[in-house]
């Protein structure tokens, strides 16, 4: 299906702690508005994600399913896992997802007909595979039809782009050239997500560092309070029960965290949390009490799931580790999620990271949601830019420009094959010669030719991959001159589609300098066959019978008087197996000075030898290769240039 501007764009932030929906028109530039969720408490912008079936009234949601949760046939809560196939995740989900799109469609919240593009989000550290599973998975809810796109994009970019619609990150086209880093403080994880040029990457594989830690331990608190006895009684009758305790718990924490912090230092400070709790055998008042100095010790309680760290430990500990991993410090720190509220998140961020800007958005429990319309609206209206990169990766102009510019790549690895080489390589085997350690002078030649492709083939060789990374990084202002005419027609500024220059040194984890600096040697060993051949007959022809060989071989024959001639001597001693009488008839120290005398004009001679011979057999297959591998790269830095449209 093409998306025009017609399209209507729904953000559903499906997180494990709440879920909320906003709702964007491709065409304008509108903030997206959330949608108001049936049966959803307070304002109606979230539901608590928890979905269940009900014997008489189907699937309910949220606050409804834990109304009276021993009815229910089943119940799910904290179900949102990488695990897209496990029913324990598959089942909840599909359940959800429909009952809300069924409610806000069927209400005439959300329009259901028409073009229509569904944006869910995923945790960052998520593969792009995994996403896609997930988005298939997501269709089956409802969403197969025809006219309805169902897309998945990270988190991270959602909370980044809510940030600067909402105003909070002020110089977004300033990180082209820096870095920020997004701290999601969710119910089951905390995700942190480095952004660099537009690049987002994860900084953390996921930390199991969930708010709702904080909530279990409150109520394992109340179960060990003197009225917990009544509490734990209930939830061994029923099992279902403890979701609804557990929400009674979250709801007495956020409470906390929403007091002033000046009024929680005051004495006889507390917050109070009153919830009847349904059961088969009637209800039960539960009055819930926190006050600072209990929160305190919550806070300090040893967490089993964080290798017996306290909460704010293994809060600090994820940060210091991102801070000792980053060669600089992040120029602006963006917090989002609920629980990114809690009251020691902004200053533990501020004292590990100094100098960084903290951004800390206003309505933190919705911001995923509008940003995945957000994403969805620039998707549709990046179209027409990606069109325009796909365009020119397939007008052969990228090609042109590598082909023009490969005879000096094969110039520059030819000069680094042939540098040295007597040195490394002839002088070495020609005194295993000489001492009769090989047998004949073709044997030299085969040592010298295989012992010199595997120095040029062997992984990770810096001379050559050195080579190929600055040879790659001087097209760049060729490649802006393409890219530019389509960031003019885009008004994205040209610096946007500008290939990041690699670095051999960088950390290989580090996608934006080093995405393939092993490129020259990976082309060089596909064309090991060809290399090899080239070296045998240019060491055969080059060294043996004008080069320094060729000298001794000469002296050799000038010493036992033959009278063929140097060719022909040449040509029978290349298989013989001279005696070492014969090899040893001149002074070792004086034909290694010879050697070394003749050496930059022989090996000047095998560069460019090697030069032209590597152009003529490998030269089509490098400016494929390299052409597609730009290709890819600007592909990938489209993406990211997408997030400049508006």
């Known amino acids: 299906m093409t998306e025009s501007l017609d399209t209507l764009v729904v953000g559903f932030d499906l997180g494990d702690g709440e879920t909320a929906v906003a709702t964007v028109p491709a065409r304008g530039n509108s903030v997206p508005g959330i949608v108001t969720l049936t049966g959803a408490p307070g304002n109606g912008q979230q539901h608590v994600t928890v979905v269940g079936e009900h014997p008489e009234h189907g699937v309910l949601v949220g606050a409804w399913a834990l109304a009276r949760p021993f009815e229910m046939r089943s119940l799910y809560i904290t179900f949102k896992r990488p695990q897209i196939d496990d029913p324990e995740f598959r089942v909840p989900a599909l359940m959800l997802v429909n009952a809300v799109r069924a409610d806000i469609t069927g209400n005439g919240k959300v329009a259901s007909a028409g073009p229509r593009r569904w944006v869910f989000g995923a945790p960052s550290g998520w593969s792009p595979e995994l996403r896609v599973r997930y988005a298939a998975l997501l269709r089956e809810a409802g969403l197969d039809e025809p006219d309805v796109l169902v897309d998945v994009v990270p988190e991270s970019r959602a909370a980044m782009l809510y940030s600067r619609e909402a105003g909070e990150l002020t110089d977004w086209s300033g990180l082209q050239h820096g870095s920020a880093l997004i701290i999601d403080v969710g119910s089951s994880t905390t995700d942190y997500t480095m952004v660099r040029g537009h690049k987002m990457q994860p900084a953390d594989h996921g930390s199991p560092l969930g708010a709702r830690l904080i909530e279990r331990t409150i109520l394992d608190r109340l179960l060990d309070s003197p009225d917990g006895r009544v509490v734990e ?66 806070l300090a309680t040893p967490q089993r799931d964080l290798g017996g760290k306290s909460w704010p430990q293994a809060f600090r500990s994820d940060l210091e580790g ?92 030819g000069a680094a094959a042939a540098d040295g080489m007597t040195e490394r390589h002839v002088i070495p085997a020609f005194r295993r010669w000489r001492n009769g350690d090989i047998v004949t002078l073709s044997g030299l030649a085969d040592q010298v030719a295989d012992s010199l492709r595997l120095e040029l083939t062997a992984p990770g060789n810096p001379k050559i991959d050195q080579i190929v990374v600055d040879w790659q990084n001087s097209l760049i202002p060729e490649i802006d001159d393409l890219t530019r005419p389509i960031c003019n027609r885009w008004h994205l500024p040209p610096e946007a589609m500008t290939l990041p220059l690699l670095d051999v040194s960088a950390d290989p984890g580090d996608l934006n300098l080093r995405p393939d600096v092993a490129q020259g040697t990976a082309l060089l060993r596909a064309l090991a066959t060809t290399i090899t051949n080239v070296i045998l007959a240019v060491v055969g022809v080059a060294l043996l019978a004008t080069g320094p060989i060729g000298l001794v071989v000469g002296l050799m024959a000038a010493s036992v008087g033959l009278l063929i001639g140097k060719e022909a001597a040449l040509e029978k001693a290349t298989t013989s197996n001279l005696p070492l009488r014969v090899r040893q008839l001149r002074s070792e120290e004086k034909l290694v000075e010879r050697l070394r005398a003749e050496a930059p004009a022989k090996e000047q001679e095998l560069a460019t030898m090697l030069a032209t011979q590597f152009l003529a057999d490998g030269g089509p297959k490098l400016v494929a290769d390299i052409s597609r591998g730009i290709g890819d790269r600007l592909e990938s830095q489209a993406v990211e240039a997408e997030l400049l449209i508006s």
Request: proline residues 6%.
């Open 233 to 298: 009684d209930l939830l061994q009758e029923t099992r279902q029960l403890r979701p609804a305790v557990e929400m009674a718990c979250r709801r007495l924490k956020e409470d906390f965290f929403r007091s002033d912090q000046a009024r929680a230092r005051m004495p006889g400070f507390a917050v109070y949390n009153t919830e009847r709790i349904h059961h088969p055998r009637g209800s039960q008042l539960l009055t819930l009490e926190l006050t600072a100095a209990e929160m305190a010790e919550v």
């Open 322 to 413: 991102i801070a000792a991993r980053e060669k600089r410090p992040p120029e602006v720190i963006v917090l989002t999620g609920g629980a990114s509220r809690m009251w020691f998140i902004q200053p533990t961020v501020q004292e590990i990271f100094p100098d960084s800007r903290i951004v800390v958005g206003k309505e933190p429990e919705v911001a995923i949601a509008r940003g995945l319309a957000l994403a969805g609206r620039i998707s549709i209206r990046a179209s027409g830019f990606r069109e325009d990169v796909r365009a020119l990766n397939t007008s052969g102009d990228i090609e042109r420009i590598v082909t023009a510019r490969l005879p000096a790549l094969a110039e520059q690895i």
